[in-house]
């Protein structure tokens, strides 16, 4: 026999929401953890003013990041490169996988711009060396090369290269490397904390009808329907 759910009022749940102490400087902390690592360092410095929050890193390394970030956004790899081997060369040299995939990136650069004898080219110097070394290396090597049997990438299988969320993957795995080597999360919490709530809530949903925040940006409640 199935168990009948609970019933808890708005009250009620309002009632254990405030019984519930959350300090205010660890709500701080996680704001200032989303600015950093996702780079927003104008908004991470009012708000440090504002708030009193430090931050765990230099604040001006936000801004060498967001160049290394923009750079391959806009398809500038090789800008980035230089770049992040000024800020410390150690992060490449120690990433095999993040080097390939930014030079895989350049390759599908020069395949962008049409220049199909530097890509062959530069496909044959620098990624087909890595891609005897490395079985994913040279899977993702043949899939690049293949934009070039195709005149119209619309009907290329991997056509989905050339679509800017390639560069944005690209960019996001040089940010989180970059976190990384600033002893810094690769990702922000709050999402993380986001995503913690949905699950508490499907979880909950099975056993009680309750106040639930079906819309993440106001985090209202909306009352159980019974």
């Not at 923009?70 to 081997?85: F, H, L, R």
Request: charged share 30%; aromatic share 6%.
């Amino acid at each position: 026999m199935a168990m009948s759910k609970k019933v808890i009022t708005r009250e009620d749940w309002e009632k254990r929401l405030n019984d519930v102490n959350i300090r205010k400087e660890d709500t701080n902390r996680l704001v200032m953890n989303f600015l950093v690592t996702e780079g927003y360092v104008e908004a991470a410095e009012k708000f440090k003013m504002e708030s009193g929050t430090d931050p765990d890193i230099d604040l001006a390394t936000i801004t060498d990041r967001m160049a290394v970030k923009k750079a391959v956004q806009s398809g500038n790899v090789e800008d980035a490169i230089e770049k992040v081997n000024d800020l410390n060369p150690e992060i490449l040299d120690t990433n095999p996988q993040l080097f390939f995939h930014l030079q895989q990136q350049r390759l599908i650069e020069l395949i962008r711009n049409g220049k199909v004898e530097e890509a062959l080219e530069f496909a044959q110097e620098e990624l087909a060396p890595r891609g005897e070394e490395n079985q994913t290396f040279l899977e993702d090597l043949e899939k690049t090369v293949a934009l070039l049997a195709f005149e119209d990438v619309s009907n290329c299988p991997v056509g989905e290269l050339l679509d800017v969320s390639q560069r944005l993957k690209t960019a996001r795995e040089v940010n989180a490397a970059m976190l990384t080597s600033q002893s810094h999360e690769k990702d922000p919490k709050l999402p993380s904390l986001l995503k913690m709530l949905i699950w508490a809530q499907s979880q909950l949903d099975e056993k009680a009808f309750y106040p639930r925040i079906t819309n993440l940006s106001t985090a209202s409640l909306e009352d159980p329907a019974v």
